[in-house]
């Protein structure tokens, strides 16, 4: 009798203590970034996407005086800022590209540090080959561009791109040593072929010119601070409305080794079958990409307008978050009413719905370059 007492008071404390674990949110699959000394700052960023993805949607925008027009709206500002590598600059190098480089770097250290948004970056990184300011992969009177050269050890062309990466990396040095941590989004639309970086006859030197910029920043300049975010284009290369091109477009992918975050560009253009952003959660982008990149967590990396709450919620996809990218002064794609509806929906993240970083003022004084 004593012993059936027993089994039965064993038997409640394990149903109660399964009843607790049942109840609670299952534990989240670690996520192993691609650096694996990435640094507490930027490991604790990766680590609160990974907790709300599926769940929440972050807003971002491109460029600081985008994000105050919607602040002017909305009386909030998005919870990530995008700046560019880029000095917009017709000659690469001249003062004009220096100082426009150097004010992004100065706006997004202080994002982090007295705001606590998340910072990130893209690059329209210019032709290396070229004095001129063109990302375009063709200009009349230009060349066309050998990626196969460029990532060649001991070719001309080679040492030259190498040569750019040192100088670019010098400006991402300043928030290593800041301690701020980097949303990084090189080769953006990486197989849509306008862009140099696209090699739309060898994708493969195009994934070489990835790990080729990993194993440097990372390895050689430890620039362990940033999260590298893959980001593929609205169509692939030469195929007319063929938007999926699955296995085309894994032949350009470095790699999971090499990326944190994977996402997509989508901007309205029905000839491709994108729609409006209000009507539309774009399912069928998140699933190219589920399959291009499994097992990584999701953006809508660059988009034309703020997608539909209300249709994400109900029908998913629930994508990490999404970045209208220089938009913000067209009423057109962004209506002052539609914006304060998203801003204020429960499933987005704005700047005041971010943890407090545990670690975002140690940097606030980090040494200049």
């Known amino acids: 009798m004593g012993s059936t007492i027993g089994d039965v008071r064993r038997a409640i404390v394990i149903g109660l203590v399964l009843t607790v674990f049942a109840a609670a ?31 929440k949607t972050l807003i971002g925008q491109d ?19 995008s700046s560019d590598l880029s000095g917009w600059s017709k000659t690469r190098w001249d003062e004009q590209y220096k100082r426009t480089l150097q004010r992004a770097v100065d706006q997004s250290k202080d994002w982090w540090h ?10 329209h990184w210019a032709n290396p080959l070229t004095t001129a300011g063109t990302f375009e992969a063709t200009r009349p009177g230009f060349a066309p561009i050998d990626v196969g050269q460029i990532v060649t050890p001991g070719t001309k062309e080679h040492e030259t791109v190498m040569d750019d990466l040192r100088q ?58 940033l999260v590298w975010v893959y980001s593929a284009a609205l169509k692939a290369g030469d195929h007319g409305k063929d938007v999926e091109t699955i296995e085309y477009r894994k032949r350009f992918y470095p790699g999971d080794r090499y990326v944190d975050i994977s996402g997509i560009d989508i901007y309205t253009n029905a000839w491709y ?19 291009v990149t499994p097992g990584k967590m999701l953006a809508l990396c660059e988009c034309q307008g703020l997608p539909n709450p209300e249709i994400m919620a109900k029908d998913g996809p629930h994508w990490l978050y999404c970045l209208p990218w220089y938009v913000g002064k067209d009423p057109k794609w962004n209506p002052p009413d539609w914006v304060k509806k998203v801003y204020g929906h429960e499933l987005f993240v704005t700047l005041d719905r971010l943890p407090k970083w545990s670690r975002r003022d140690q940097g606030a004084a980090g040494t200049q370059p």
Do not use: C
């Open 25 to 55: 949110p299952l534990p989240l699959r670690a996520i192993e970034p691609a650096d694996p000394e990435m640094t507490v700052e930027a490991r604790e960023v990766l680590d609160y996407l990974a907790s709300i993805y599926g769940q």
């Open 63 to 81: 460029k600081f005086w985008e994000a105050d027009r919607f602040h002017e709206t909305t009386g909030k500002y998005p919870a990530i800022i």
């Open 114 to 123: 007295k705001q606590g948004g998340i910072v990130s970056f893209a690059w």
């Open 168 to 225: 670019h990396a010098d400006y991402l040095e300043q928030f290593a040593k800041a301690r701020v941590p980097v949303l990084w989004r090189p080769l953006h639309e990486i197989e849509g072929g306008w862009f140099w970086w696209s090699d739309t006859k060898t994708p493969e030197n195009t994934a070489k010119l990835w790990r080729m910029m990993f194993d440097y920043f990372v390895h050689e300049r430890k620039l362990h601070n």
């Open 273 to 291: 079958g994108w729609g409006d952003f209000r009507e539309d959660s774009f399912p069928k982008a998140f699933q190219i990409m589920g399959q």
